[in-house]
């Protein structure tokens, strides 16, 4: 491009010089520098109020909207963050984008349907609502988090979530927080580490201990399997009627895989003199899983503990506590048969070889 200071130095030349433009006469239409945006106070529309892109956005006070309600105006920020200050009225409507990711330290956050956010951070205080899609991964460390939407992956370490929508990758759980997975929840990966996981109607795909699981109730599963670094242990609640045994927590569509974990019963609702009045009570591990499960590595199962009125029962192989068996397909039974002296002797002896055993692992 010519200005009038070349054009005349070049006529002045005949026309025959080559212009060299430097960079002061250069103008770069397509390069838009990021700037820091704060809000204190009000409601700012970005596409209205104020025409902001790329820029970084931090809320102190009011509320942020970023595009127009119904998309007839979309935007596209950086990163917003909510303070402690902010209102509860903050959003990305639809066809609008962030591109980074939302840190919610107070007030709220809604990411509209047909929204779209790279990612998400919620703190102890904050509110973050999804009908939208969070292309990365969401962190929830407090506050509450209400997803109808998509998820990539989610990892919770504390707070709430409640989810009727989507999680398409891994969504990982630990420390104290608490999941409810409502009907039309679904997660695709469930790696359980700690926490209160609650079934309210939704699916998961594979699920995975590595921790504790307490006393979780997870409903429906395609697979199960226990994690490589951890001692999973699944904690199932049984109760007896007349029917027999009634198990809740867990049913598995697929495949079991008990390999590298092991379980935890606890029965109720017997009276105390159940084990001296009472034999011949069985129940097998498709009870526990569901008729449809293909258990697998049962031979390989690190423990069974059963536990009722206080007291604990080993389970392992094919006498792993004081009355109860479990035999190569699964089936378990109980018998109130006192032992042989002799028998005392080899179960004294076995115990005392275990013991020794998980000594040269460790």
């Known amino acids: 491009m010519l200005n009038l200071f070349n054009l005349g130095q070049w ?72 303070n402690a200050g902010a209102g509860t009225g903050s959003s990305n409507q639809q066809g609008s984008t962030v591109t980074g990711s939302v840190d919610v330290k107070g007030g709220a956050f809604h990411n509209v349907a047909g929204g779209t956010v790279g990612a998400f951070n919620l703190s102890p205080g904050g509110g973050f609502t999804n009908d939208g899609t969070v292309t990365g991964t969401g962190t929830v460390s407090g506050g509450v988090l209400n997803n109808t939407g998509a998820v990539s992956a989610l990892t919770q370490n504390d707070g709430t979530v409640h989810n009727s929508g989507k999680i398409t990758g891994v969504t990982t759980l630990s420390g104290t927080g608490t999941f409810n997975n409502r009907s039309g929840g679904t997660l695709a990966e469930l790696m359980y580490n700690g926490g209160t996981y609650n079934d309210q109607g939704g699916t998961i795909d594979s699920l995975t201990l590595g921790g504790n699981t307490g006393a979780a109730n997870f409903g429906t599963v395609n697979s199960l399997s226990f994690s490589d670094t951890g001692s999973g242990i699944l904690g199932i609640t049984g109760t007896w009627s007349e029917n027999g045994f009634d198990f809740a927590g867990i049913n598995v569509s697929g495949t079991a895989n008990l390999m590298k974990g092991g379980i935890a019963l606890n029965l109720v609702g017997y009276e105390n003199d159940f084990f001296a009045a009472d034999n011949g009570l069985s129940f097998s591990l498709n009870d526990l899983f569901g008729s449809s499960a293909d258990i697998v590595g049962m031979d390989s199962l690190a423990f069974f503990a059963i536990s009722f009125d206080g007291k604990d029962y080993m389970v392992n192989g094919d006498d792993f506590g004081w009355g109860w068996r479990m035999d190569e397909f699964g089936n378990v039974s109980y018998s109130n048969e006192v032992p042989e002296p002799a028998t005392l002797v080899m179960l004294g002896l076995g115990l005392t070889g275990l013991g020794l055993a998980r000594r040269r692992r460790k």
């Open 11 to 82: 006529a002045r030349n005949g026309g025959m010089t080559c212009v060299t433009l430097t960079a002061a006469m250069f103008v770069a239409s397509s390069a838009v520098a990021q700037e820091r945006r704060e809000i204190n106070e009000g409601t700012v529309i970005n596409g209205v109020t104020v025409q902001w892109g790329q820029d970084d956005v931090i809320v102190n006070g009011g509320n942020f909207q970023n595009g127009m309600i119904g998309g007839s105006i979309t935007r596209e920020v950086t990163n917003v963050t909510l």
